[in-house]
């Protein structure tokens, strides 16, 4: 014979690591700001930073789309990026051409040591969440390190992680209903 009893979790069913105290990471004592230009010069010089740090495999063609309308409808802004398998970054710049995005407004870069991915990730302003399957812990990295997330929750439970860690993080305001809102954002 099997029992089981329902475990309901506070606020969410997702649990991270402790990234210490107080949060964002801005608020603890040993925090200094990033140097984004050691990153990619691109970075320290644009006039707003989004970022998404999702693996490859979870940006759909409607999900960069979106990016790149976001990008047309802010001038001097950037996208960044973790470096891509090889191929794929050369396609995503292109597709962003085509699509009127000049290359160079889409940066990427290589995977941060432990001690320092949170501190760095902290130089972005906003996480674009990915669209079909949410992120998770990158969402949970971002929020820690003081970066918002835009997300837009679909119909399975990995893409509703997004969703669920906005509203928790009180962001309720950044959570879209459908694509042209995520865009509008």
Known sequence: HVSEKLLLMPNSFFLWEDYGSPLPIQNQPSYSPPDLATVSPLLSSSSFVFCCFNNLYKVSPTAFQAWVKILNATQGAVLWMMKMPPGAE????????????????????????????????????????TLVYNAHSTAADSLAAGVPILTLPGASMAARVGATLALNAGMSLLIARKTSDYVQL
């Open 90 to 129: 050369e396609r995503l710049w292109q597709e962003a051409h085509d699509r009127g995005v000049d290359p160079n407004r889409i940066v990427f870069s290589n995977l941060f040591g432990r001690d320092e991915h949170m501190r760095i990730k902290s130089g972005a302003q906003l996480l674009l969440d």
